[in-house]
């Protein structure tokens, strides 16, 4: 009996231990947050949708605007279309939009619907004056978006260049699953994303292969910001309802349009999609016409970080066949 109860003890003082831990580490984080936000001003104009902040950042001042639309799970778009941003916008004014729940935007509960993605997107772009016709830039599953806008607003836009975008048709290779417990929300909140990031700073940045000290730094510190937001959990869960809802929609042939596939989903051999039924998809998803192709670059699903050139001489292309 006097082991067990100095068992309860002990283990008692471990959970306390760990309860005043977490208090400690929960009201840092916090502090922290909200010293750095306060510190690090958002580079473009953070503008008002619905009563939802999104941040716009806007550079170059040409003619045609080129809007850049992230994938799911980049949380620092910015950073993420940065060096392509800095390739193109000597001709052209480019146009980064930052989600809700990413970046310097602010987070939201609302639907993460893609037709409310591209409400939003019209919106922070009148709303940050940048008015059509836009070229836009997706990745991943802002393909997604951009087919949408194609064919709700074909006015809107002038060109499309998918960086290995998202297509309806995968919702029917793969298993998708709902998650019920937002985890990296409560990392985030009780302050253990931070603690590990400050050991492994590079985690956030896993698929980048050029990035800087300075930018491991910066989206590090975004990643303590955004990650788990219930915007991006939402957009996960929404996920297979929003290729659904797309299927048999095709890029409209009166849009010239360029779809990049990545060389390493292209070769693909293992289970789920192979690369010869990934590029299918992506060709079946173009009207045929003389203005609209697939093309495969060399590198992996963050393909813009490994082409940049490519890919802003593919977006000059697009724009050509505009005149």
Known sequence: MKDLRRIIKAASYVLLGIAFTLVITTITNALLTQAERDQYKAPGKVVDVDGKKIHVHTQGSGSQNVVFLSGLGTLSPEIDFRVLSAELKSSFKTNIVEYPGYGWSSDTDQLRSTSNSVEEIRAAL????????????????S????????????????GIVGLDISVPEQVNYIAWHQQQVNWYEILRFLGISRIIL?????????????????????????????????????EANELSTNLRSLLGQKFPGSIPTILVVASEGANYKGPGISGDVWIKMHQDILEKNATSRMVILEGDHYIHHQNESKIAALVREIAKANN
């Open 126 to 141: 009148r709303a940050a004056q940048v008015l059509p016709p836009y070229i836009l830039v997706a990745h991943s599953f």
């Open 143 to 158: 393909g997604l978006q951009s087919l949408l806008y194609a064919n709700k607003y074909p006015k809107e836009i002038s």
């Open 198 to 234: 400050m050991f492994d700073p590079t985690i956030a940045v896993g698929h980048r292969v050029d990035i800087t000290v300075d930018e491991i730094t910066e989206y590090s510190r975004i990643t303590n910001w955004v990650v788990g937001s219930h915007a991006t959990f939402g």
